[in-house]
C-alpha cells in the first residue's frame, strides 16, 4: 500500500498535480526526517527511480534502510 501511495506522489508531482520539492520543503521546515523513494517507467527500457532525504537525513542513512 505505501509503494502505491508514493508512485501516486511521483505521477502527481510529475504531472505538475503537486509538487515533490514543496512536500521536501515543507517536512524540512517542520523538522521531519524521513526518506521518500519513487520509481517509476519511462517506456520500456528507461526506469527513473528518486531518493528525497528531509529534515537532517542524509542521502546514505536512507540508502541503508532501505
Known amino acids: 500500500m505505501c ?19 514543496h512536500l521536501a520543503d515543507t517536512l524540512n521546515k517542520r523538522g521531519d526526517t524521513a526518506c521518500i523513494w519513487a520509481s517509476g ?12 532525504a528531509t529534515g537532517g537525513a542524509t542521502i546514505d542513512q536512507c540508502r541503508q534502510i532501505r
Open 41 to 52: 517507467a519511462y517506456g520500456p527500457f528507461v526506469g527513473v527511480s528518486v531518493l528525497i
Open 3 to 21: 509503494w502505491r501511495a508514493l508512485l501516486l506522489t511521483a505521477l502527481l508531482g510529475w504531472s505538475g498535480c503537486a509538487s515533490i520539492d
